[in-house]
């Protein structure tokens, strides 16, 4: 298997330990490295909070494809915990 995976993001504070983060994504998985092309990149853009405690990160996210193809969800909120990288 092997993967492409972009991410830019920027971040700044809103008040407290809470902090704003706007994203760009692109990437995709291919069975081998032989299959990567970059028209199967797949791109979306986002906005999200951030929440920094003591015992870790707490972060929700909201995600928007930008160029959707037929049976793809348009967006989709994701909650999780700690760094994504």
Sequence with gaps: ???VV???????PIWWRLRGVGFYD???VFEDPSDIRFSDLR???GAGLR???????IR???ARVIDPREGD????FIFS???AF
Excluded: K, M
């Design 1 to 3: 298997a092997a993967s």
């Design 6 to 12: 972009v991410n830019q993001e920027i971040r700044f």
């Design 26 to 28: 692109v990437g995709n």
């Design 43 to 45: 791109h979306s853009v």
């Design 51 to 57: 929440v920094e405690l003591p015992f870790g990160l």
């Design 60 to 62: 929700l996210d909201w």
């Design 73 to 76: 969800r348009l967006s989709r």
């Design 81 to 83: 915990l700690g760094h």
